[in-house]
C-alpha cells in the first residue's frame, strides 16, 4: 500500500502528455519523418550513395517547371488577392438585397474538392467545352478556332475560380472585426470612402489579408490535381505533376525529392511568414490555466 | 462659433420611431447633453447630426447651412466616440494628423495645431506613442485632441466616459467641462448619467422613447422637473400618489392616499387631480428636538420610523417608513439614528414638486 | 441622387450576374455533361440527353460503353474508409485538441508547429515518401496505408478545430461543477463534452467529407488496388467525360450538403484550414 502511493506520488505525470501522446506520435511518424526524408532522399542517388546528381539532373530536366509552377502561383494568387479584397470591400460596405445573396452565393466553391474541380475544368475550359461554346455563341470566339485553354490560362482560372472564395472568407472576416466606430471617426475626420480603405481598413485587416494569401500561395504551389488532370504531362507543367511522373514511372524517389525540395524553396518565405504568425497568435491566446 | 438646429427630425425603423419629431437649437458655444435612458433615442439624434444614419423626416442645420443631406465627410463635425476608435496601426500624433493632412495643410502647420491639441488635453510630448501605450484616460483626451485639432464647427461626444471606472470619469468630467470652456465648440454631448450630465452641461434634454420630455439648465431640472420620468430619472426620488385637495398662495396642496396633507410647489393643477409628490432625500429634514418640532409648525411636518440605515462613508443612508411610503433621507455620521427609531421629519414645500400622474 | 442609386444598382446586378456566371458555369458543364449522350461541337446542347451513365454509375444497368461501370463498390469503399477514419482520428484528435485548449503546455509552441507545418508546405513529398516507406513494410497499396494517409490528412484540422472548441468554453463552467462537487471526469463529460459536442461534431464532419475527398495521398497509397470515388473519378475522366462528370456530380453533393450544414458552426478560420 504505502509503496504504491510513494510510486504515484513520484510519477507526478502531468496528465496533458497521456492526451497529446497518440496524436503528437501520429504525426511524429507519418509527418515529420516523411519530412525529413525528402531532404535526405533527395540528396541519394540511384546506387544509394550521398550525391548531387539529382539536384544536377533536376535543374536539366525541369527547371522550366519550377519556373512555370511560380509564374501561375504567383500570376494566381495576384489576381486572387486583387479580386478577393474588393469583392471583401463590397460586401462589407454595401447592405443590400443583392450584396446578400452575394454572401451566400460566393461560399460554394469552397465547399468542392479539387477532384470535382478539376473535372468542371475539365469540361468547361476543353476546346469543345461549354465555356467555348458560350464564346462563339456570343461570336467572341471563332468556331473552328476554340481557345485552347488547358495551359497556364486555364490552370490559373481554375486556381482562381477555387481560391477567391476562400480569400474573401478570411478577409472578409478581418474586415468584420473592425468596429465602425474607426471608420466613422475617419470620415468625420474627412475622409472619403476611398481613403478610409487604404488608410484605416487595409492596414487594420492587414494580419487576414497577409494569412489569405500566404495559404492561397501554398496551396497552389502543393496542388497536384487540378493540373495533373487539366494539363497532365504536356510541357511546360507543375512541379507536382513531375514528382509524380517521376515516382509512378521510373521510381525515382532521388529527383522526386529533389522537386519537392524545390517546392519547399518556393514557399520558404510564405511557411516561415505563416508559422511564425500562427504561433505567435495561438500564443497570445493564453489557455485557461490549470 | 455657429448654432445647431434640428428642426423637426424623425427617424424610424420600420415601426419604431427612435427620433420622433425632435426639434432642437444648440447655443452657439454651449454644450447641450442629452440625458436618457438606453433607446430613447438621444444616440440616434447624434448620429443623425453627424450623418452616419439618414433621416426619415425633418432637416439639420449648422448655422444657416443645410446639412441634412450632406455625407458625414464633408459636414465639418468632430465625433468622440464611446471606445475612443483610436486607430491602432498609428501613432498620437498620426491619428491627430489624419484628417489635417486631408485638408492638405502644410507640415508645420499641422505640428503646430497638434501640439496645441495635446497641451489643451495636457498630453503634451504623448506624439510617438500608440493607442496601446495609453491608458484609457489617455486614449479618451486623444480621442477628444483628434476631434478638436480640427477645429470643428460642432463636436459630438458619445457617451465618452462610459468605457472609464468610476474614479477616472468623475475626474474626466471636470476635465471636458474646462476643455469645452477653453475651445468654445458648439457641442452636443450623449450619456445616460444624470450626475455627469449636471456637472458638464450647460443645458440638459431629457430624452425619452424619442422625444425632448423637457429643456433647460441643470438646476432646473433638477429642482423643477416637468414630469415623473425627469424627476425619477434625476437623482433618487420617491413618489407619493394622491389627489389635490387645494391650492393656497402658489401652493398646491396634496391629500395622499396614505392620508397625508402634504404642500409643494406645482404648475397647471386643479383640485381633484391625481398627482404624485417627489421627494428627495436631501430635501429631508430631521427635527431631532422638540423645540425644532414646535417651531417648525404643523404644515409638511411628518412623523415617520427608520426602517434602514446604513453609514455609507460620509453620511448615512436612511430608509424611512412614512405611512408606508418609504423614503430615502441623508443624515450625518456624528449621532446616527438607529433602526426601528421614530423621528420627525419636515419638508420645504418649495422643494417639493408635485406632478400630474 | 436617384441617378447614382441607379448606377448603383445596375453595377450590383451586372456583379451578381457575373458571380452567378462565373461559379456555375463550370457547374452546369458538369451537369449538362452527365446526361449527355451524343453532344457534337458546336450545337448548344447535346443532341440526345438520357440517364444512360447515370444508370450505369449507379449499378442500375450494365452496358458494354467503355468505362461505364457500376460505381457503387467504389462508393461504399471511400464510405467505409471515411467512417474508419473519422473514428481513429477524432479518437486522437479530441484528447489533443482538449489538451491544448485547456493546460499549459510548456512546448505548446513547438506541437502547434507541427501542425500547422502540414499547412505551410506542400503534402505532395511527405505522400511520396510515405509510398516509399510503406513499400517497404508492405502498407503500400493497402486498405489500411490509405486508411492511415486520410488519417494524416484528416487529422490536423480535426485537431485545431477541436482545440478552439474547447477553448471557446469558459473555465468557470467547468469549475462551477467542481465547487458543486463533481469529480473531473465527471465534470468532463457532463458539462465540458455537451458544450463542445456541436464544434465537435463538425470537426467530425470535417475530417469524413476530407476523407471521402481525398485524392492526392490515395493517388500515392492506393494505386492500384484501392479504388476510391475520387480515384474512380480520375480514372474515367481521361476517356469518358460524361461517367466522369456523373461520378464528380456524385462526389459533390455530400460535400456541399456537409459543409452548408456546419458552416453556422465552423468560423472563417477553420474552413481555410487556419487553425
Redesign the interface.
Known amino acids: 500500500m504505502v509503496d504504491r502511493l510513494s510510486v504515484r506520488r513520484r510519477l507526478r505525470l ?3 502528455l ?3 501522446f ?3 506520435t ?3 511518424l ?6 525529413v ?2 531532404f535526405t ?1 533527395s540528396f541519394v542517388g540511384s546506387e544509394g550513395n550521398l550525391t548531387l546528381q539529382n539536384y544536377a539532373k533536376t535543374w536539366d530536366l525541369y527547371l522550366k517547371d519550377v519556373v512555370f509552377t511560380f509564374s501561375v502561383t504567383v500570376f494566381s494568387t495576384s489576381v486572387t488577392a486583387v479580386l478577393a479584397v474588393l469583392l471583401a470591400m ?1 460586401l462589407r460596405f ?1 447592405q ?1 438585397v ?2 446578400r ?2 454572401v451566400g ?20 475550359l476543353a476546346p ?4 467555348n ?2 464564346l ?2 456570343i461570336g467572341l470566339v471563332n ?1 473552328d478556332k476554340p481557345l485552347e485553354l488547358f495551359n497556364f490560362w486555364g490552370l490559373s482560372f481554375g486556381f482562381v ?1 477555387k481560391m477567391v472564395p ?1 480569400s474573401v ?2 478577409i ?2 478581418g474586415f468584420q472585426m473592425i ?1 465602425n ?2 471608420i ?9 470612402r476611398a ?1 478610409v480603405i487604404t ?2 481598413l487595409i ?2 485587416s ?1 494580419s487576414s489579408i497577409m ?2 494569401l ?2 492561397v500561395y ?1 496551396q497552389i ?2 496542388t ?2 487540378l493540373p495533373y ?1 487539366l494539363i497532365g504531362g504536356k510541357i511546360p507543367t507543375t512541379i ?1 505533376v513531375d ?2 511522373h517521376r ?2 514511372y521510373f521510381r525515382d ?1 532521388g529527383v ?2 529533389t522537386l ?2 524545390f ?2 524553396l518556393l ?1 520558404l518565405a ?2 516561415i511568414y ?2 511564425r504568425s ?2 505567435k497568435r ?2 497570445e ?6 | 462659433m455657429p448654432n445647431l438646429t434640428l428642426d423637426h427630425v424623425v427617424k424610424s425603423y420600420g415601426k419604431l420611431r427612435a427620433v420622433d419629431d425632435l426639434s432642437l437649437e444648440v447655443r452657439d458655444g454651449e454644450l447641450l447633453t442629452l440625458l436618457g435612458p438606453s433607446g430613447c433615442g438621444k444616440t440616434t439624434t447624434l448620429r443623425a447630426v453627424s450623418g452616419f444614419v439618414a433621416l426619415n423626416g425633418g432637416r439639420i442645420f449648422i448655422g444657416q447651412r443645410n446639412i441634412t443631406d450632406i455625407p458625414p465627410e464633408r459636414r465639418g463635425i468632430g465625433l468622440v466616440f464611446q471606445n475612443y476608435a483610436l486607430w491602432p496601426h498609428m501613432t498620437v500624433f498620426q491619428n491627430l494628423a489624419f484628417g489635417l493632412q486631408l485638408k492638405k495643410l502644410p507640415k508645420q502647420t499641422i505640428k503646430k495645431k497638434i501640439e496645441k491639441s495635446l497641451a489643451m488635453v495636457k498630453l503634451a510630448g504623448f506624439e510617438d506613442r500608440y493607442p496601446r501605450q495609453l491608458s484609457g484616460g489617455q486614449q479618451q483626451r486623444v480621442a477628444l485632441a483628434r476631434a478638436l485639432v480640427l477645429e470643428p464647427d460642432i463636436l459630438l461626444l458619445d457617451e465618452p466616459l462610459s468605457n472609464l471606472d468610476a474614479l477616472l470619469r468623475e475626474q474626466m468630467r471636470f476635465e471636458i467641462a474646462q476643455i469645452h470652456k477653453q475651445a468654445g465648440i458648439t457641442s452636443i454631448y450623449v450619456t445616460h448619467d444624470q450626475t455627469e450630465a449636471m456637472v458638464i452641461s450647460d443645458r440638459i434634454a431629457v430624452m425619452n422613447q424619442g422625444k425632448i420630455v423637457q429643456i433647460g439648465r441643470p438646476a432646473e431640472i433638477y429642482s423643477a422637473p416637468a414630469s415623473k420620468f425627469v424627476a425619477g430619472f434625476m437623482g433618487t426620488t420617491t413618489f407619493i400618489h394622491g389627489k389635490v385637495s387645494g391650492t393656497a398662495r402658489e401652493r398646491i396642496v396634496v391629500q395622499t392616499d396614505s392620508g397625508l396633507s402634504i404642500q409643494g410647489k406645482g404648475e397647471q393643477l386643479a383640485a381633484g387631480d391625481e398627482v404624485d409628490v417627489a421627494i428627495r432625500p436631501e430635501n429631508i429634514r430631521f427635527l431631532t428636538t422638540p423645540a425644532d418640532i414646535r417651531k417648525q409648525g404643523k404644515e409638511n411636518t411628518f412623523e415617520a420610523r427608520v426602517t434602514r440605515a446604513s453609514y455609507v462613508g460620509e453620511l448615512v443612508d436612511y430608509q424611512l417608513d412614512l405611512k408606508g411610503s418609504l423614503l430615502r433621507a441623508k443624515g450625518e455620521t456624528a449621532n446616527p439614528l438607529s433602526e426601528g427609531t421614530t423621528i420627525h421629519i419636515y419638508v420645504e414645500p418649495e422643494q417639493l414638486s408635485i406632478l400630474k400622474a | 441622387m436617384n441617378l447614382k442609386r441607379i448606377i448603383v444598382v445596375a453595377g450590383e446586378l451586372i456583379l451578381l450576374l457575373l458571380v452567378f456566371l462565373v461559379i456555375f458555369g463550370p457547374m452546369m458543364s458538369l451537369f449538362i455533361w452527365s446526361v449527355a449522350i451524343r453532344w457534337y461541337w458546336p450545337s448548344t446542347l447535346p443532341q440526345e440527353v438520357g440517364f444512360d451513365y447515370w444508370r450505369q454509375a449507379l449499378g442500375l444497368q450494365k452496358s458494354l460503353a467503355i468505362g461505364a461501370v457500376s460505381i457503387v463498390p467504389a462508393f461504399f469503399l471511400s464510405l467505409s474508409i471515411a467512417i474508419v477514419v473519422v473514428c481513429i482520428a477524432m479518437l486522437i484528435a479530441i484528447p489533443a485538441g482538449y489538451a491544448l485548449a485547456k493546460y499549459r503546455i510548456p512546448f505548446a509552441a513547438l506541437i502547434m508547429f507541427l501542425f500547422l507545418m502540414p499547412n505551410a508546405f506542400p503534402q505532395q513529398p511527405i505522400f511520396v515518401n510515405l509510398l516509399r516507406i510503406f513499400t517497404r513494410v508492405g502498407l503500400a497499396g493497402t486498405l489500411p496505408g490509405v486508411i492511415l494517409v486520410h488519417i494524416l490528412v484528416g487529422m490536423v484540422f480535426g485537431v485545431w478545430i477541436t482545440s478552439a472548441t474547447f477553448r471557446a468554453i469558459p473555465p468557470h463552467l467547468e469549475e462551477a461543477a467542481r465547487s458543486v462537487g463533481a469529480g473531473k471526469t465527471r465534470a468532463f463529460f457532463r458539462i465540458t463534452m455537451p458544450l463542445a459536442a456541436p464544434g465537435l461534431l463538425a470537426s467530425a464532419v470535417f475530417v469524413f467529407i476530407t476523407s471521402l475527398d481525398e485524392f492526392t495521398g490515395t493517388f500515392f497509397i492506393g494505386l492500384p488496388w484501392i479504388n476510391t470515388l475520387p480515384m474512380t473519378l480520375y480514372s474515367s475522366s481521361g476517356y469518358n467525360m460524361q461517367f466522369a462528370s456523373v461520378i464528380a456530380i456524385i462526389l459533390l453533393i455530400p460535400s456541399i450538403l456537409f459543409m452548408a450544414l456546419i458552416q453556422r458552426v465552423l468560423r472563417a478560420e477553420y474552413v481555410g484550414g487556419m487553425g
Open positions: 502531468p496528465p496533458y497521456l492526451l497529446l497518440p496524436a503528437v501520429f504525426m511524429l507519418m509527418y515529420a519523418y516523411p519530412f526524408s525528402s532522399r463590397y454595401r443590400s443583392i450584396s445573396m452575394l452565393l460566393y461560399k460554394l466553391p469552397i465547399f468542392i474538392p479539387f477532384v470535382v474541380v478539376a473535372q468542371m475544368m475539365n469540361t468547361f469543345h467545352g461549354l465555356l461554346l458560350a462563339a455563341q468556331i475560380w476562400f472568407l478570411i472578409h472576416g468596429d466606430s474607426y466613422e471617426a475617419a470620415r468625420s475626420a474627412g475622409a472619403s481613403k488608410r484605416i492596414p487594420m492587414k494569412v489569405a500566404v495559404l501554398s504551389v502543393g497536384f490535381t488532370m507536382t514528382i509524380a515516382v509512378n524517389f522526386a525529392n519537392g525540395v517546392s519547399y514557399v510564405t511557411a505563416y508559422l500562427s504561433v495561438v500564443a491566446a493564453e489557455p485557461s490555466r490549470r
